[in-house]
């Protein structure tokens, strides 16, 4: 097994994904500014991934997997300047330094924020043409140009992976299906733009199922770019619905009459590649994330 370094170690996705690798058998060293109080299978490092001393944990057997950044829209309007040194600024310093340890593979995580939101429904696999003139999100653009600075001068196999929106069992909910969840169990009347909104919602498990197909395969050459998101296109009326049902609980629910937000981002291209397949649907996903809400009230 490999050597894997993964930066935003102790984020969501990041603690998952080092553990499973570390129970996979690989060498697992994660990085991040705080690690977590309890005891690990994997070493933990409290460091800045831009700082010249991450360039000690690099070789060339190395993977490098870099989930740490400013990784909400919300966070990114309350500190413009913090995402672009940190979404930005300091990723191509860690281009630099990783090119320098020239590492056996880059994985850099994107986003499916790269795609526009349109009002119906498009197929927005790695072919579709984006720019940030279609985007109106900091956190979108500082992702998008962070795949930019990917492209350039590609001197190391490099990875790009369009995330999907991720949901899963958390204490504190940190997406749309998590907030809906908790509205309905809590018995709160909620009121949306659209409940045609929709997004391909991945669970965390299927997402780092799916980093690790990657990480365990061969290594591509030069620059690969992939979409990892859910299999189905989920509105977030199939979510109200799918949360009234699990928990027995009905609610008043509002379409404001906005205009619907749609980000499809397909995934048959990784699907094909990896022989992955999200294995967890959407009542499955929220039953999990019920448990772990109702056992923190």
């Not at 829209?73 to 990723?91: H, K, M, S, W, Y």
């Not at 008043?252 to 619907?260: E, H």
């Amino acid at each position: 097994m490999s050597k894997v370094v993964v930066t935003g170690s102790n984020g969501f996705v990041g603690a998952k994904l080092c553990q499973l690798l570390s129970n996979n058998g690989h060498e697992v060293i994660g990085v991040d500014l705080t690690v977590s109080p309890h005891p690990t299978s994997y070493k933990q490092i409290s460091l800045d991934f831009a700082d010249s001393e991450f360039s000690e944990l690099l070789d060339s057997a190395t993977t490098l997997v870099h989930l740490a950044s400013i990784s909400t829209d919300g966070d990114c309007r309350n500190d413009p300047e913090l995402a672009i040194d940190v979404n930005l600024l300091r990723l191509q310093k860690l281009k630099r330094i990783a090119e320098a340890s020239n590492v056996k593979h880059f994985i850099f995580a994107s986003s499916e924020w790269v795609y526009p939101e349109k009002e119906v429904i498009e197929r927005q696999d790695e072919e579709y043409k984006i720019s940030s003139n279609g985007l109106n999100s900091l956190y979108a653009v500082s992702k998008l140009v962070g795949e930019d600075i990917m492209r350039l001068e590609i001197k190391i196999p490099t990875t790009v992976l369009r995330f999907g929106i991720v949901y899963g069992p958390r204490v504190k909910p940190g997406s749309a299906p998590e907030s809906l969840l908790q509205s309905v169990l809590h018995m709160k009347d909620i009121e949306v733009g659209n409940l045609d909104t929709a997004r391909r919602f991945i669970f965390v498990d299927d997402l780092v199922t799916g980093i690790i197909g990657v990480i365990e395969s061969e290594v591509e050459p030069g620059l690969s770019i992939y979409n990892l998101a859910g299999t189905d296109l989920i509105s977030l009326r199939d979510v109200i619905l799918t949360a009234q049902e699990i928990t027995g609980s009905i609610i008043k629910f509002t379409d404001l009459g906005k205009s619907a937000s749609i980000r499809n981002p397909i995934s048959s291209k990784f699907e094909n590649k990896f022989g992955w397949t999200p294995e967890t649907g959407l009542k499955s996903g929220l039953s999990d994330c019920l448990r772990v809400m109702k056992a923190s009230v």
